[in-house]
């Protein structure tokens, strides 16, 4: 009888699920809302790029959701007790770094900070850093290409190194407060096992690899003579980091007694090394070699696993190829689209200023529409395209419309944008030499959305598999809480093991339509010529720089 | 003391219009709204394409829309008089043929075939004879170019020809039971001046030449052996046919006693020449060389005039270029918009789900934004494109969406999109010597929105004026009444002595703002590469057929 604890920090909540490690039963769980800012993520209506969390949330989130969620299990199942808790995992958001003092204390906690979002959790989907992260990328093409090789030749506005600099290109004061910098998700194991300074964190490799361009083949984060041409600061900086992180085979470390008695829990159970709640969802989906993943949400994360005894090649335009980032032994390779549900939200609030009922609505509608049947054609780029173009500078596009197209479809034209995006990951995947025997999906649309998956099925061409439990980022934390315990302890003694008894999938399932998939190829070769022409792939026209001479006048006329 | 009466048959409705042949004061006007069909129109809720209307309407408003003018004219006017009018001119939408009997009575007046709208009046904005366009297209560029070559080297399905041949392709019993068709124009005019038998109708140039392919050139229609390579039956048909159109310097006929009667007029005034709506918008606009009249509503027109003592080359993609049909001694040059005012409907009513007086809010919104600010930019193909790429199977397009472009965005975008449509027209003109000093505005968009006529006037760089008078289709054909009836009747001896004394501009007027046109200008050459590629003029790359594939999946996906 053990039990183990998952926590997952999303972007607007963070949930704590109480997980059997015998069965992947789910006893007990409790999402906490982030009281900080708009929906928990602190904006500036001046500015769309910027999105921020303040750090007390975290801490806030932490106590309440663990507590509640062993209450609820203690009510739902007999057996349980919070003895018999073995471990806690925790999965996070990210690249979502926080500026820390030399005590690992958050600045904005500090009273004197504790107002300015430069002091906050710089969020994922914060887009400040974008000129900053031009400037690396284009420094790494010409002195380190390997650094980008693995993420697509691209670095983004959304990671650590561009965050920080802009940082300190926009707040020096709250760059020079900061003694390091953290990841959320190496930070709340850092607080649950009392880690009090910055240079004794533990950082798993998930976030230092995908996102701080650390590898072994350079032996860690990039080297100072790199850094110091963005910036002698980031040299100076790189001291106070790093110099290796772990796999989830390692422990970040033991629970402490302050947090053992805030949570209600032993003292010196096992805190798992941290990871992006991604990459732990697979874990909580049962990935294994030929298994892509899809975490479909407001976007979406597609994951993959590759054994580490075989040459992986640099893929173009997948985010990360990290050994060890999601599964010890194997290359986690990352992939996504940057916007899905946020494309169908858009449409709906914004342009058709619906209530959240007209997703169901309009569902309906285009559940009688056959492929092609609307003639309308779109481009799943409201939000820029992460895989496989890396380019934040492309936007949406809609082709096809007459007098007579409809919400409900247009609706579906999103919809099938963004399976097509979907479909071009499994493709590249594929083109690589990367197995795609099974799709399996979770997050909140492959949940509740019937009609979006059977299109994805028809329009990739594969079955969707859809994974049994709906929070697979908190099971898969509960998973790596239960390695990390080990067997001894009631727990296991390696991943496989651990995902052959607490995950599975659902008996629903969504096969492709023979009929429908033959449209969808050729809607995809149509889609495929908008996305090469306007996506800067197809060279011989020069339609590439079309959508940058749009943003770039736009940007002109938005200045004043 | 004279008045004359113009007389303006539009899509849903009919309007007469007293005007004071002295000043072009308008006296009174009565719309009759047609009882038929959906707003006049007869549809076909299977075929979006079908647009009939019954010629009783064409009677009983004819009938009212005068007396109840005549009695406003009374009221309002008080040295008017019924016995003061010297002429009736009338102008319709086109091409609108009607198939009649041998006594010029239409089919569908006839028990036997009231309720077939293939008996009825094939409306201009009928698509049901897409193939045989096409076929005529085809055979004329191969056997006749020269047919073509003032049409843009398209032949449309809107057209004279095409409407017959359809008529005897799904419908013979009605093809066979025609004597004749006439073009609504000269059917008004002919019923005026009481002629039975179809061979005396007076036709106008302006529908001859512009819509059957008439030109002097080649002595009038088509020849037969052209006609019989369509169909035997066609070429049988030119025989009861004309072999002679007229321009405005004719008069049609005289008023009969028993529609004196009806309408409470003198017997024996003159009836002028019916022509095209928009042509004689034209004449109510007080065209002349140099200028181009835009008439703006659902979709627009586009029109010039060029002196006929100069050489006009044919010009690539206008709808036509006919010798006297505008004004006499001048060849008329016909482009237009498929869809202007219908986008905007589309948006707000289709898109949207809004009522009427949101166009009015997001005109509001979109005045606040700046020429660029979207990013976004569309085509304003929704309903195909006529001039200059003459081509109905192209269709919308809008890129640069992102999660946050609005309503009101998207709505300028569309707005800004029939701008560059409009301004395209215009430099078509211009390349091929056709002079454009002044862009002279008319119809319901140029008198309700003046946030869009700025937007015209900065994307087009002429200044947007407008014509005095709101009904400019009824004014013109008052002052063509006028000119027929002649000075020494009160009326004049020439067009341009007439339209000097009875039309004006408004002074309100929009002038381009420079730094407004410096963007746009960077904004059409954006649009024209989408026009290009899209469009098929760019050959370099082989987008030219991609909506067209869209097209023929929709259509077989449309079938069963």
Same mark, same amino acid.
């Given at each position: ?106 600045l904005a906690i500090h009273p004197h900070h504790k107002n300015n979002p430069n002091a906050m959790c710089w969020l994922w989907k914060d887009h400040t850093s974008v000129e900053e992260a031009g400037k ?116 970040? #470390?033991? =629970? /402490? @007694? %302050?947090? &053992? ?6 003292? +010196? ?90 997703? #169901?609505? =309009? /569902? @309906? %509608?285009? &559940? ?6 609307? +003639? ?97 980022? &908190? ?71 079309f959508m940058k001479q749009l943003i770039n006048i736009k940007q002109r006329q938005s200045k004043d």
């Open positions: 009888m053990a039990y183990t604890i998952g926590v997952d920090y999303g972007t607007n909540s963070v949930r704590a699920l109480v997980v059997d490690t015998n069965n992947g039963k789910e006893v007990g769980t409790y999402v906490f809302n982030y009281p900080h800012g708009h929906q928990g993520v602190i904006i500036d209506p001046k500015d769309h790029n910027l999105a921020r969390q303040h750090p007390a949330d975290y801490l806030a989130g932490l106590e309440t959701s663990v507590r509640e969620a062993l209450k609820l299990a203690a009510q739902n199942d007999a057996q349980f007790a919070p003895e018999n808790v073995i471990g806690i995992g925790v999965d996070t958001t990210g690249s979502s770094p926080i500026p820390v003092d030399a005590n690992c204390v958050p690396i990328t284009d420094l790494a093409l010409e002195q380190r290409p390997q650094y980008v090789a693995k993420c697509g030749n691209t670095y983004s506005s959304e990671w650590f190194w561009a965050k920080i600099w802009h940082c300190l290109n926009v707040d020096p004061k709250v760059f020079h407060a900061a003694y390091s910098w953290v990841e959320l998700s190496d930070y709340i194991p850092a607080v649950l096992s009392g880690v009090k300074n910055p240079a004794n964190i533990k950082r798993g490799i998930c976030a230092a690899g995908h996102k701080a361009l650390y590898c072994d083949e350079w032996n860690g984060l990039p080297d100072k003579e790199f850094l110091n041409m963005l910036s002698p600061e980031l040299g100076r900086l790189r001291d106070r980091l790093y110099d290796k992180a772990y796999d989830l085979n390692e422990s970040a #470390g033991l =629970l /402490t @007694k %302050e947090w &053992a008695v805030k949570l209600g829990l032993p003292e +010196g159970i096992v805190i798992a090394i941290g990871a992006f709640d991604v990459h732990l969802g697979c874990i909580g989906v049962g990935i294994k070699e030929g298994v892509v993943v899809k975490a479909m949400g407001t976007s979406t994360c597609d994951c993959g696993v590759v054994s580490n005894t075989k040459k992986v090649a640099d893929i173009p335009g997948i985010c990360g190829i990290v050994n060890g980032s999601i599964l010890p032994g194997f290359y986690g390779l990352e992939a996504g689209q940057s916007a899905v549900g946020d494309i169908f939200k858009w449409f709906v609030e914004v342009v058709c200023k619906g209530q959240d009922s007209l997703h #169901g609505e =309009l /569902t @309906k %509608e285009m &559940a009688a529409l056959k492929p092609g049947q609307s +003639g309308l054609l779109a481009l799943d780029w409201n939000n820029g395209n992460r895989t496989v173009l890396v380019d934040q500078r492309l936007t949406g596009l809609l082709i096809g419309q007459t007098l007579h197209s409809s919400q409900a479809e247009i609706y579906r034209a999103l919809v099938e944008a963004t399976a097509f995006g979907a479909r071009a990951i499994l493709e590249r995947f594929k083109e690589y030499g990367v197995p795609v025997t099974d799709v399996v999906c979770c997050g909140g649309i492959a949940e509740k959305n019937a009609v979006l998956m059977q299109i994805y099925a028809d329009a990739t061409g594969y079955e969707m598999k859809v994974s049994r439990s709906p929070q697979t980022c &908190a099971l898969g934390s509960a998973v790596a809480a239960a390695v990390a315990a080990g067997s001894a302890k009631g727990g296991y003694a390696d991943f496989p093991a651990a995902m052959a008894k607490m995950t599975g999938l659902k008996d629903v399932t969504y096969k492709p339509i023979a009929e429908n998939v033959d449209i969808y190829n050729e809607l995809y070769f149509l889609y495929m010529r908008l996305h090469d022409n306007f996506g800067g792939v197809t060279k011989g026209d020069d339609l590439s720089l």
